[in-house]
């Protein structure tokens, strides 16, 4: 779904968000965090920003083999 | 809120707000705990109407607050609750340029932009982008009240221009 | 010729004048350009792309592959427009394409000749030598199908986004049906109609839906839908979208003009887009006067333009029987009906047999088991050669102007196989059906294979309720109306006619590109099975139909020539957008100066009122340099820089990135964001940092002011400030997420006025007043002092970018003018971006060209990041690279002999390496304080050594200059005009 | 049109380091007739065909039965893995390649690219890399005898604004150092060179000029992939399409072969040539790769007359991007930024479509009547600086060929050479030697924006 759930603005439509990058290994050496990345065919966790929004950064688990996206909660804090 | 450039669009009316005495309030933690819960819209896009129905406090993003030229009584609140350690209060005048979409046609321009009932599903205001110019709406009686960033407020007018529904 | 006035379902009885080809014609309102030329005898409407072949009218929708039309004067012109979508207006001009010098005569067509050497994928077996270059503009030219434009002013497009419960896409019997049903159990309905009017087959096909005659049911829905609020677009065709938004484009008249797109997010989307009619393959089947069954109805019923006098119908189902009869009614002949299937196939029962025993009473020859092999005649259709299937040399031939062809009906899949849909092989269709779809979705009716009048109905109906029922609305749907329309087509598969191999050259499966049988033996042949090979092999279906006529029907033959079923070859894969998308459309509001908006800063009108030359520099606008200060924008830029050095003169700043940092936890934040410390700033004074990224590259660098113990204004550079605000936010929500730091956005919050030079101090203490004098006096560099100026906020920041004595005046926008004009009052006149650029880069200071993401702070001499402070990117920048001789690091450049002239972008290289350069020339301007072109440059460490004299080439803008490398600050290294 | 003076090649490949320049491989290109099943293709060959009636033409390529065993298994039947399987067995000897690949030869992104190729690379480890594809591109109809209808009609970076010209400049004057044809174009020049681009009405961004590149051009894809599969079977490498390889065989610390969906293959050497999916593959081997698999889109106009006859580049402010070229048959194909997310699905979001087309209506606003007709997309493996990786990956017997994002079509020739060498010989030529892993914790980056480790430019 091109729809990102924004925790806090609702859903909202994907060309509101902005991707940063798929997370790597939890822990690994910096070089790993910052160069490494997990790719798996049927789950990306991913760091977003809601930039058109509230501008608020966004943990996105989707499926990148079909685009549907499996969840998201806002990184700093959760909603109510 | 003196009509200072107002644009006469057929069924639209554009109408810009003088340069008011602006705040953002920033919580240090969201959802900010139990201090600001009691006297504080403290739901996601929730809005406080002041006496005359105009928006005057606006949670718009995670723990942030738009406070558009705010009365004694609200600044005294803020200020108590920056004193209790909950939050920052940024003095962000001139920031917005608040501006009114009223007139039959007003949610027709904006739905060239965006889907409104999504975007103010149960919510008093959401900060968003329209017409590629970030600003932060709320609906209120008669139309829309609308705070545009300022670098963008020119481009802004230009576009609901473009847009007014012909005929 | 006047032409005695027809009678339509879509006409109107004013008379419409209009020119095709040059000449005029006549037609009536509501007609098309396909039925108006139709009807007024035209049979030749284009020629092949590739044979140049004659080409006449064949379909009677978008799916058309041989009638594109351009539209306009011949500079304005808008090409491909389909005839049966072109809506005649008074004075409209259209011509015929791909043919020089006329439509009759092509000189082109002389390919025919060559067509042997000319098979499937020709052109990558030859071409070779000398080389492709010298082939190239004869095959582009011939190439291509309608003009190219030279300029196009077309009206804004409408853009409107909806949401709703059901979105029906169709609005024929089965699209009516799943409208009202989910209007009737209480959902909000939008339902989008691509013709003009809606109904779909109905208005030809007739029959009754319940009590009603089907013209009138279709008025009495819509009217039903109007007034449960349900929304009907016509000329509305759902042409694409992403992730459950779905795009209609509304395109009225069939050609680009007032044109609108709805982005529609539906909980529930119901496809009932129909079927599309397909031939079948027989030799010469591309000469006019070939034309598919149910266009030539369509033609008839909604133009009252006959397809032709003699006709000759070829079909595999019981409908052409139907369909004769109301040709005939029409005032056609009906010559013979040729049925491929054999007379058990046929059946003994049905309303096919006694219309069949009837047109054969009236002399129709009705010939069942026969197959019609070929379509003689040149520029039209003069007789079908026909034979039984059992005997396929008893050829006979049977005079006819006009052959009408139906292999059978292809559902329109792109929609339902978009996005998680998946196809299945329907063997009663001989085409393919939605086999699974996402649950949102659903098709209906002959989208989905329902082509007779009642399953369309109650698949319609069926789709509708469930739509509304998982959209959530409570209503009763009610019951499907019962539909009697022709019977059941009853159709055995049947793709092509018997031929000798020779023929199969001439057995056109896709019209418009002229792929053949032949053409898709041989690509088998060459190794190409799958039908993703053979399409791209033999541009099978890449024409504008998109293989709606040739798709189903190619995969058909190269299943037959494979000897596998249709199912197990499959069809290739649909792609967005489900019907050819004007650009204008797509490009919506984004066009001509509304590309992207412009951010102004507060003194943007100032500017243009005193000959501001204002330049985009990302997205805001930004006085250059001002007309005043001389004739062009080098010169100007000299004099304001000079002014600046001797006098003084004031820059608008504005577009400085501010945030404001507040918090307890706010000065350890900024340690972990700058290599140095922001904890050590004392309150009231400010230091420039620089922050890198997670790499160890340099990402920016601005000033930081300590406003309060909690509070800090970090500056950051014009072109870096979203970049650098997003990287703050990033760690505030995840490293530092949850303690006392907050991040404000004051960019435009704050206007900042430059007042620099030796006089601008004395300046600006007259505009500010008696209050301030002390202020001024005793300001130190890099501290800042708040106070008020005319009853607003107004804060000195004593800071230099430029190298003089300068201050930065922070303040609120609407001051900013008063204060700018009080300032140039006093005889500070304004400086623009390129001035700023030559005192810069006197002072070595750097901009976005050095801070270009491929930096170290060790490169550009900003010390080591292992002074202890653990900033983010610090990890990573004791990589071997960053310390190895080859490294560039920033040093100044002059020219050898003073005033030869060097521009940035020039490499450098030393006299024993004329081919590998050890570094660049980053910034160079002409200073007019030295006198000579000075800058700044990245050379390799074992290079950058002071007075090593290298040659800076720059064969792109003339040529080499022997430079010198010097410090990087040029003008008053020590910084005692900045400290006076 | 003036003609530079062409270097010869071997003199200018000398490096940006210290380094002496890199050697072709030892063994001197054989350039020998592709002989084989397939007749030799030339016009002649046509009338031939003609003549003899069917069964004249044979498949392109033959090798179609899965052995059990190879010296050399190569992944993917893409550009690059073909490429490489053909100079293994042409330029080497090795007798036993074979290909594998999940779906069809050519199915991948070398079919669903707008086929630009260019060497107007900024780095020296880059632009002498693409400078020996371009002139690989130049006459690889001939080593074929496939045509691959290299277009040389110039490829046009624009300036928008004076702060670009530093950059074009940099860029063109080291390509011009390194022997690499490149212009600077004011705007007189440019209009001269691209008369469709005469400015008719005010723009948002005025177009001030470009760095041209003459040679750079277009290339048909598919012809591509076909004429490597078909010059490769040629020399006797198998291919095999629908045989996906779902994992790796190991013993002794080295790698044995490859599980496939059509059973196990036993191979001395594994090069993965896998593009959109390499990610996969260095998670499949354990070792995460420094590889994003992003979407990007490619769209086309229906077929008009010859209009635009070069190959426009237009970056703007806004995060704005389209590069615009016409094909051979007459649609105006367009390409833009990525869609900015991981993505396997080849689809699409709707509104990076829309993006592109704006920014191709702003740069040639009289095509705004033309109708999209097709939107397609390939799978990009974007490396956390922009270049390849053409190394090892895990085992000494395991190669992997991949990082490709924007650039991997124009690079198929010297990729498929290089690699070949590199397997073949065991020691990677100078030209890709700065392509190694390794480099990302060396801090040898190759980063030509100075993006760094984010494949999506903000």
Known sequence: MTRLVCPFCGARELGEFEFRKTLPEPGGTPFAQVYERIERPALSVEHWQHVEGCRGWLLVHRNPSTGDVLGTELLGGGPL | MSAVAADALAGVRLERGAAVRTLEFVAFAFPPDGALRAAWPVEPGA?????????????????????????????ALVAAAVDAGAGTLVDVSGKWQAMQLTGPGAARVLASAVDLDAVLAGRGCAALVLFDCPLVLARVTGGFALWVRASYACDFTAAVERHRPSG | MNVPARRGSRLGATTVRFTFDGREYRGQAGDTAASALLANGVRLFGRSIKYRRPRGLFAAGPEEPCALLSVGAAG?????????????????????????????????????????????????????????????????????????????????????????????????????AAGLAAARAGARVVLCEREPVCGGELDFEGGTIGALAAADWVRTTLAELAARGARVLTDTAVVGGSGGLVIAHAEPGGVAGANAIYRIRPREFVIATGAVERPIAFADNDRPGVMLLGAAERFLARYGAHAGRELVLFANHDRAYAAAARLRAGGMRVRAIIDCRTEAEFGASGTAVSLRDQFRRDGTECLPGHALLAAEGGRGVRAAVIAPLAAADARRTIACDTILVSGGWTPLLHASLHEGGAPRYAPELGAFVAGAEPDWRRSAGAANGALELNNALADGWAAGARAARRAGASGDAGVAPAGRGDDAPRLVPFCRSPARRVDERRQFVDLQNDVTVADLRSALTEGFQDIEHVKRYTTLGVGTEQGRTSGVLGAAIVAELRGVTPAAVGTSRLRQPYQPVTMRSLAGDRVGAALRPARRTPLHDWHLAHGGVLEPMGLWLRPRYYRASGADAHAAAIAEALRVRTTGGILDGSTLGKIEVAGADAAAFLDRMYLTRASTIRTGRSR??????????????????????????????????????????????????????????????????????????????????????????????????????????????????????????????SLAVPLWQALVDVGLPPYGLEALDILRVEKGYLVGSELNGETTPMDLHLGLASLGNACVGHELLDRPAFHEPARRCLIGIRASDGCAKFLAGAQLVTADAQTRPCGYVTSSVYSPTLGEWIGLALVARRTAIEGTVLTACDPLRGGNTTVRLVPPVHVDPDGLRMRA | MRRHGRVPARAVYARACDESPPNEPLTARRRCRVSGPDPRYSAWSLLRARIAGDGYWRPLWSGRVLADAYDVVVVGAGGHGLATAYHLARDHGVRRVAVLEKRLVGYGNVGRNTTIVRSNYLLPENHYFYEDSLRRWQSLSRDLNYNVMYSPRGVVDLALSDDDWPALARRGNAMRLAGIDAELLDRAGLERFVPELAPRRARRFPVLGGLLQRRGGTVRHDAVAWGYARAASAFGVDIIE?????????????????????????????????????????????????????????????????????????????????????????????????????????????????????????????????????????????????????????????????????????????????????????????????????????????????????????
């Not at chain 4, 030209?431 to 980063?447: E, K, N, P, V, W």
């Open chain 2, 47 to 75: 809005v406080s109407l002041g006496p005359d129905d105009r928006p005057t406090l606006l949670h718009f993003a995670p723990a942030r607050w738009l406070l558009p030229d705010p009365d004694e009584a609200l600044t």
């Open chain 3, 76 to 176: 304005d012109v808008i090409p491909n427009v389909p005839a049966p979508q072109l809506a005649l207006r008074d004075g409209l001009v259209c011509w015929s394409q791909n043919r020089w010098p006329t439509l009759a005569l092509d000189l082109a067509a002389l390919l025919q000749a060559g067509a042997g050497l000319l098979g499937a994928g020709f052109y990558y077996k030859t071409f070779m030598w000398p080389s492709w270059r010298s082939y190239e503009p004869m095959i582009r030219n011939l190439a291509g199908l309608g003009r190219a434009p030279r300029a196009c002013e077309l009206p804004p497009v409408s853009t409107e986004h909806l949401c709703c419960d059901v979105l029906v896409a169709g609005a024929g019997p089965a699209g009516l």
């Open chain 3, 688 to 813: 420039y940092m620089v922050n890198l990224r997670e790499d160890g590259m340099v990402l920016d660098d601005g000033l930081v002011l300590r406003l309060a113990p909690e509070r800090y204004l970090a500056t950051t550079g014009s072109g870096h400030a979203t970049h650098v605000l997003s990287h703050f936010e990033h760690y505030r929500d995840t490293e530092w997420s949850g303690r006392a730091i907050t991040l404000t956005d004051v960019t435009e919050a704050w206007a900042v006025i430059v007042v620099a030079g030796p006089q601008s101090r004395a300046g600006l203490g007259q505009v500010l007043g008696a209050g301030w004098q002390q202020a001024l006096a005793r300001i130190a560099h890099m501290e800042f002092v708040a106070g008020d100026f005319a009853g607003a906020g107004l804060t000195v920041l004593r800071a230099s970018f430029s190298g003089e004595l300068a201050f930065e005046l922070h303040c609120r926008p």
């Open chain 4, 242 to 458: 629908d045989c996906e390889v779902t994992g790796v065989a190991t013993a002794a610390g080295i790698a044995s072969g490859v599980e496939t969906t059509r059973g196990f293959v036993r191979a001395g050497r594994i090069v993965f040539a896998t593009a959109g999916h390499s990610g996969l593959i260095g998670t499949m081997l354990g070792t995460p790769l420094p590889i994003e698999t992003h979407l990007l889109q490619a769209m086309v106009t229906e077929p008009i007359k010859p209009l635009l006859h070069t190959v426009l580049v237009h970056v703007f402010p806004g995060h704005g991007e389209a590069y615009v070229c016409q094909s051979d048959r007459g649609g105006i194909v367009m390409g833009g930024h990525l869609d900015g997310f991981p993505s396997y699905t080849r689809e699409g979001r709707w509104d990076r479509l829309e993006e592109v087309v704006q920014g191709a209506v702003d740069l040639l606003p009289q095509i705004a009547g033309l109708r999209i007709l097709r939107q397609w997309a390939g799978t990009n493996d974007m490396t956390m600086d922009g270049s390849p990786i053409i190394d090892r990956l895990r085992y000494d017997n395991v190669f992997i060929n991949a990082g490709w994002c924007y650039g991997g079509f124009k690079a198929i020739p010297a990729s498929g050479s290089a690699c070949a060498t590199l397997v073949a010989t065991g020691t990677a030529p100078d030209l890709i030697r700065a392509y190694r892993l390794s480099r990302f914790a060396t801090g040898h980056l190759l980063d030509e924006r100075g993006g760094g480790p984010f494949p999506v430019r903000l």
